[in-house]
Protein backbone atom coordinates (compact mmCIF):
# COMPACT_ATOMS: atom_id res chain seq x y z
CA UNK A 1 0.00 0.00 0.00
CA UNK A 2 1.29 3.47 -0.82
CA UNK A 3 1.42 6.50 0.89
CA UNK A 4 -1.16 7.92 -1.44
CA UNK A 5 -3.70 5.40 -0.19
CA UNK A 6 -3.03 5.27 3.35
CA UNK A 7 -6.23 7.12 4.53
CA UNK A 8 -9.13 9.04 1.90
CA UNK A 9 -8.23 12.06 0.98
CA UNK A 10 -10.28 15.40 0.77
CA UNK A 11 -9.01 16.09 -2.22
CA UNK A 12 -10.20 12.78 -3.92
CA UNK A 13 -13.42 13.37 -2.13
CA UNK A 14 -14.28 16.60 -3.94
CA UNK A 15 -12.98 15.21 -7.41
CA UNK A 16 -15.72 12.27 -6.89
CA UNK A 17 -18.26 14.73 -5.59
CA UNK A 18 -17.83 17.62 -8.13
CA UNK A 19 -16.09 16.22 -11.03
CA UNK A 20 -13.84 19.66 -11.34
CA UNK A 21 -10.91 21.19 -9.48
CA UNK A 22 -12.87 22.49 -6.03
CA UNK A 23 -11.30 25.43 -3.24
CA UNK A 24 -12.72 26.19 -0.51
CA UNK A 25 -13.11 30.11 0.02
CA UNK A 26 -12.95 30.86 3.81
CA UNK A 27 -15.18 34.08 4.94
CA UNK A 28 -15.66 35.38 8.27
CA UNK A 29 -19.40 36.78 9.09
CA UNK A 30 -20.40 39.05 12.04
CA UNK A 31 -21.26 36.70 14.30
CA UNK A 32 -20.01 35.61 17.88
CA UNK A 33 -20.71 32.30 19.90
CA UNK A 34 -22.86 31.36 22.50
CA UNK A 35 -19.94 30.23 24.54
CA UNK A 36 -18.83 33.55 24.50
CA UNK A 37 -21.83 35.54 25.27
CA UNK A 38 -22.86 33.38 28.19
CA UNK A 39 -19.34 33.12 29.49
CA UNK A 40 -15.30 32.93 28.87
CA UNK A 41 -15.33 30.57 25.51
CA UNK A 42 -13.61 27.83 25.20
CA UNK A 43 -10.24 27.65 26.72
CA UNK A 44 -8.32 27.29 23.56
CA UNK A 45 -10.38 29.55 21.55
CA UNK A 46 -8.98 32.74 20.45
CA UNK A 47 -10.33 36.49 19.47
CA UNK A 48 -10.05 35.43 15.84
CA UNK A 49 -12.14 32.43 16.76
CA UNK A 50 -10.02 30.90 13.84
CA UNK A 51 -10.92 33.20 11.49
CA UNK A 52 -8.02 34.32 10.58
CA UNK A 53 -7.48 32.82 7.19
CA UNK A 54 -10.25 35.72 5.54
CA UNK A 55 -10.70 38.89 5.21
CA UNK A 56 -12.89 41.18 8.17
CA UNK A 57 -16.10 40.41 8.62
CA UNK A 58 -16.48 44.03 8.41
CA UNK A 59 -16.30 43.25 4.18
CA UNK A 60 -19.31 42.36 2.52
CA UNK A 61 -19.77 38.27 1.74
CA UNK A 62 -19.78 39.27 -2.01
CA UNK A 63 -16.35 41.56 -1.97
CA UNK A 64 -14.63 39.00 0.50
CA UNK A 65 -15.56 36.06 -2.18
CA UNK A 66 -14.71 37.61 -5.23
CA UNK A 67 -11.25 39.06 -4.22
CA UNK A 68 -10.35 35.56 -2.81
CA UNK A 69 -11.63 33.67 -5.69
CA UNK A 70 -10.25 35.61 -8.36
CA UNK A 71 -6.78 35.09 -6.69
CA UNK A 72 -7.51 31.34 -5.87
CA UNK A 73 -8.55 31.13 -9.78
CA UNK A 74 -5.50 32.75 -10.79
CA UNK A 75 -2.96 30.64 -8.73
CA UNK A 76 -4.07 27.21 -9.12
CA UNK A 77 -6.65 27.02 -11.71
CA UNK A 78 -9.90 25.91 -9.98
CA UNK A 79 -12.60 25.67 -11.78
CA UNK A 80 -15.74 25.58 -8.65
CA UNK A 81 -15.54 26.84 -5.05
CA UNK A 82 -16.68 26.22 -1.62
CA UNK A 83 -17.76 29.44 0.71
CA UNK A 84 -16.49 28.55 3.91
CA UNK A 85 -18.60 30.48 6.77
CA UNK A 86 -15.76 29.48 9.20
CA UNK A 87 -14.66 31.96 12.08
CA UNK A 88 -16.61 30.92 15.43
CA UNK A 89 -20.38 29.67 15.15
CA UNK A 90 -22.35 30.68 11.95
CA UNK A 91 -25.29 29.41 12.83
CA UNK A 92 -25.40 32.01 15.67
CA UNK A 93 -27.19 34.33 13.82
CA UNK A 94 -30.97 35.36 13.54
CA UNK A 95 -32.58 33.11 11.01
CA UNK A 96 -32.96 35.94 8.21
CA UNK A 97 -29.46 37.01 8.45
CA UNK A 98 -28.09 33.83 7.77
CA UNK A 99 -29.94 33.36 5.30
CA UNK A 100 -29.02 36.69 3.48
CA UNK A 101 -25.40 35.56 3.78
CA UNK A 102 -26.40 32.29 2.04
CA UNK A 103 -28.37 33.67 -0.36
CA UNK A 104 -25.45 36.60 -1.12
CA UNK A 105 -22.45 33.84 -1.43
CA UNK A 106 -24.62 31.33 -3.49
CA UNK A 107 -25.32 33.87 -6.47
CA UNK A 108 -21.90 34.28 -6.86
CA UNK A 109 -20.42 32.23 -10.12
CA UNK A 110 -19.09 28.83 -10.36
CA UNK A 111 -20.26 28.08 -6.58
CA UNK A 112 -21.33 24.40 -5.46
CA UNK A 113 -21.66 24.30 -1.43
CA UNK A 114 -21.75 26.68 1.12
CA UNK A 115 -19.99 24.98 4.21
CA UNK A 116 -20.67 26.27 7.47
CA UNK A 117 -18.62 25.57 10.78
CA UNK A 118 -20.84 25.67 13.49
CA UNK A 119 -21.72 24.08 16.83
CA UNK A 120 -23.63 21.15 17.89
CA UNK A 121 -26.07 23.39 20.30
CA UNK A 122 -27.05 25.61 17.22
CA UNK A 123 -28.39 23.35 15.16
CA UNK A 124 -32.23 23.56 14.88
CA UNK A 125 -35.19 22.55 12.29
CA UNK A 126 -36.17 25.42 11.39
CA UNK A 127 -31.98 26.86 10.27
CA UNK A 128 -31.81 22.96 8.54
CA UNK A 129 -35.07 24.33 6.48
CA UNK A 130 -33.72 27.26 4.72
CA UNK A 131 -30.16 25.51 4.53
CA UNK A 132 -32.46 23.28 2.51
CA UNK A 133 -34.52 25.71 0.61
CA UNK A 134 -31.45 27.50 -0.10
CA UNK A 135 -30.10 24.49 -1.69
CA UNK A 136 -32.56 23.33 -3.43
CA UNK A 137 -33.30 27.07 -5.20
CA UNK A 138 -29.75 27.59 -5.99
CA UNK A 139 -28.74 24.02 -7.04
CA UNK A 140 -25.97 23.48 -4.58
CA UNK A 141 -24.78 21.50 -1.72
CA UNK A 142 -24.86 22.55 1.92
CA UNK A 143 -22.26 21.24 4.01
CA UNK A 144 -22.41 21.79 8.18
CA UNK A 145 -19.25 21.24 10.28
CA UNK A 146 -19.79 20.84 13.87
CA UNK A 147 -17.34 20.78 16.78
CA UNK A 148 -16.99 17.98 18.59
CA UNK A 149 -13.70 18.16 19.81
CA UNK A 150 -14.02 15.13 21.30
CA UNK A 151 -16.20 12.37 22.84
CA UNK A 152 -14.53 12.55 26.40
CA UNK A 153 -17.80 14.80 28.16
CA UNK A 154 -15.45 14.81 30.86
CA UNK A 155 -13.23 16.88 28.60
CA UNK A 156 -15.58 18.70 27.14
CA UNK A 157 -16.51 20.05 30.50
CA UNK A 158 -13.05 20.73 31.39
CA UNK A 159 -12.35 23.08 28.39
CA UNK A 160 -15.65 25.22 28.85
CA UNK A 161 -16.92 23.90 25.55
CA UNK A 162 -20.20 24.42 27.19
CA UNK A 163 -22.64 21.42 25.68
CA UNK A 164 -21.87 17.62 26.01
CA UNK A 165 -21.62 14.46 23.50
CA UNK A 166 -25.34 14.45 23.54
CA UNK A 167 -25.68 17.84 21.90
CA UNK A 168 -23.86 16.88 19.41
CA UNK A 169 -25.35 13.00 18.80
CA UNK A 170 -28.79 15.28 18.73
CA UNK A 171 -27.43 17.79 15.84
CA UNK A 172 -25.81 14.17 13.91
CA UNK A 173 -29.49 12.85 14.14
CA UNK A 174 -31.33 15.82 12.51
CA UNK A 175 -28.59 16.38 10.04
CA UNK A 176 -28.73 13.30 8.90
CA UNK A 177 -32.52 13.31 7.52
CA UNK A 178 -31.19 16.08 5.01
CA UNK A 179 -29.42 15.66 1.65
CA UNK A 180 -26.33 17.52 3.22
CA UNK A 181 -22.45 16.97 3.97
CA UNK A 182 -21.70 16.20 7.72
CA UNK A 183 -18.16 17.16 8.53
CA UNK A 184 -17.03 16.76 12.79
CA UNK A 185 -13.73 18.63 13.78
CA UNK A 186 -12.15 16.38 16.59
CA UNK A 187 -8.99 17.69 18.61
CA UNK A 188 -6.69 14.53 19.40
CA UNK A 189 -4.32 15.26 22.27
CA UNK A 190 -6.45 17.77 24.06
CA UNK A 191 -5.34 17.60 28.07
CA UNK A 192 -6.58 14.71 29.88
CA UNK A 193 -7.87 12.78 26.79
CA UNK A 194 -6.48 9.06 26.77
CA UNK A 195 -6.12 7.00 23.76
CA UNK A 196 -9.20 5.48 24.61
CA UNK A 197 -10.74 8.95 23.69
CA UNK A 198 -9.35 9.26 20.77
CA UNK A 199 -10.58 5.61 19.88
CA UNK A 200 -14.04 6.77 21.12
CA UNK A 201 -14.16 9.35 19.31
CA UNK A 202 -13.32 7.73 15.83
CA UNK A 203 -16.19 5.35 16.71
CA UNK A 204 -19.13 8.20 17.08
CA UNK A 205 -17.86 10.15 14.55
CA UNK A 206 -18.18 7.04 12.28
CA UNK A 207 -21.44 5.54 13.47
CA UNK A 208 -23.01 9.33 12.86
CA UNK A 209 -22.55 9.13 9.42
CA UNK A 210 -19.84 11.77 8.59
CA UNK A 211 -18.85 12.14 5.47
CA UNK A 212 -16.05 14.62 6.61
CA UNK A 213 -13.70 14.92 9.19
CA UNK A 214 -10.75 17.11 10.44
CA UNK A 215 -8.32 15.92 12.98
CA UNK A 216 -6.53 19.04 14.23
CA UNK A 217 -3.44 18.87 16.95
CA UNK A 218 -3.78 21.11 19.60
CA UNK A 219 -2.18 24.68 19.12
CA UNK A 220 -2.14 27.12 22.35
CA UNK A 221 -2.91 30.41 21.09
CA UNK A 222 -2.49 33.75 22.73
CA UNK A 223 -5.09 35.37 25.11
CA UNK A 224 -6.53 32.29 25.69
CA UNK A 225 -7.15 30.41 29.21
CA UNK A 226 -4.72 27.14 27.87
CA UNK A 227 -2.02 30.19 26.87
CA UNK A 228 -1.88 30.93 31.02
CA UNK A 229 -2.16 27.57 31.81
CA UNK A 230 0.82 26.66 29.28
CA UNK A 231 3.00 29.69 30.69
CA UNK A 232 2.35 28.87 34.00
CA UNK A 233 3.73 25.20 33.42
CA UNK A 234 0.06 23.63 34.40
CA UNK A 235 -0.45 22.55 30.67
CA UNK A 236 2.11 19.98 29.41
CA UNK A 237 1.61 18.77 25.72
CA UNK A 238 2.26 15.80 24.46
CA UNK A 239 5.03 14.93 22.03
CA UNK A 240 5.03 14.43 18.11
CA UNK A 241 5.03 10.88 18.24
CA UNK A 242 2.46 10.81 20.81
CA UNK A 243 0.27 13.18 18.30
CA UNK A 244 1.55 10.54 15.82
CA UNK A 245 0.08 7.87 18.01
CA UNK A 246 -3.08 9.29 18.27
CA UNK A 247 -4.02 10.44 14.64
CA UNK A 248 -2.56 6.68 13.32
CA UNK A 249 -4.95 4.90 15.97
CA UNK A 250 -7.89 7.67 15.38
CA UNK A 251 -8.41 6.88 11.29
CA UNK A 252 -7.28 3.16 11.81
CA UNK A 253 -11.05 3.16 13.98
CA UNK A 254 -12.30 5.92 11.26
CA UNK A 255 -14.67 4.70 8.53
CA UNK A 256 -12.96 4.27 5.13
CA UNK A 257 -15.78 6.08 3.68
CA UNK A 258 -15.47 9.45 5.82
CA UNK A 259 -12.65 11.60 3.60
CA UNK A 260 -10.01 13.49 5.94
CA UNK A 261 -9.88 16.93 5.89
CA UNK A 262 -6.72 18.03 7.54
CA UNK A 263 -3.91 15.97 10.00
CA UNK A 264 -2.97 19.10 12.10
CA UNK A 265 -3.82 22.24 12.71
CA UNK A 266 -2.59 25.62 10.77
CA UNK A 267 -2.48 28.88 12.97
CA UNK A 268 -0.12 31.69 11.82
CA UNK A 269 3.03 31.61 13.89
CA UNK A 270 2.84 35.76 15.40
CA UNK A 271 -0.64 34.22 17.08
CA UNK A 272 0.67 31.13 18.97
CA UNK A 273 2.79 30.48 22.09
CA UNK A 274 2.84 26.55 20.43
CA UNK A 275 1.82 25.21 16.90
CA UNK A 276 2.94 21.69 15.82
CA UNK A 277 6.36 21.43 17.69
CA UNK A 278 6.94 23.97 15.92
CA UNK A 279 7.56 21.94 12.56
CA UNK A 280 5.91 22.69 9.32
CA UNK A 281 2.15 20.54 8.57
CA UNK A 282 3.41 19.93 5.27
CA UNK A 283 6.71 18.26 6.89
CA UNK A 284 4.72 16.71 9.79
CA UNK A 285 2.39 15.46 7.15
CA UNK A 286 5.20 13.63 5.60
CA UNK A 287 6.61 12.18 8.65
CA UNK A 288 3.53 11.34 9.27
CA UNK A 289 2.90 8.91 6.54
CA UNK A 290 6.01 7.75 6.53
CA UNK A 291 4.99 6.41 10.13
CA UNK A 292 1.79 4.76 9.11
CA UNK A 293 3.77 2.81 5.77
CA UNK A 294 6.23 1.92 8.70
CA UNK A 295 3.55 0.57 11.08
CA UNK A 296 1.38 -1.27 7.84
CA UNK A 297 -1.56 1.50 9.31
CA UNK A 298 -4.46 2.08 6.87
CA UNK A 299 -7.79 4.22 7.39
CA UNK A 300 -10.41 1.69 8.06
CA UNK A 301 -8.05 -1.10 9.82
CA UNK A 302 -10.26 -1.59 12.90
CA UNK A 303 -12.98 -0.64 11.66
CA UNK A 304 -15.09 -4.10 12.51
CA UNK A 305 -17.08 -2.74 15.37
CA UNK A 306 -20.62 -2.01 13.66
CA UNK A 307 -23.41 -4.34 13.54
CA UNK A 308 -23.13 -6.73 16.07
CA UNK A 309 -19.34 -7.64 16.45
CA UNK A 310 -19.89 -9.98 19.49
CA UNK A 311 -22.42 -12.34 17.11
CA UNK A 312 -19.54 -13.06 15.00
CA UNK A 313 -18.38 -16.49 17.01
CA UNK A 314 -21.54 -17.96 15.25
CA UNK A 315 -20.89 -17.28 11.73
CA UNK A 316 -19.43 -20.69 11.34
CA UNK A 317 -21.98 -22.23 13.09
Not at 90 to 104: A, D, F, I, Q, V
Amino acid sequence: MGKDYLYYKYSDFLKKQYLAKVYKLPVNLPVTCPNRVNGQGCSFCAESGTGFEAMSAEISVTEQLMKTQEFIRRRYKAQKFIVYFQNYTNTYLPLGSLRKYMEEAAKLPDIVEIAISTRPDCIREDYLDVMEEIADTCHISIGIELGLQTANYHTLKEIRRGHGLAEYLDACLRIQKRDFLLCTHAILNLPGDTLEDVIETAKIISIMGNHLVKAHSLYIARETEMARLFETGRLEIGTKEDYFLRLQTFLEYLSPDIAVERLFSRIPEAEALFSNWQTSWWKLQDEFLAHMEAHKSFQGKRYDYRNGPALKIFDDR
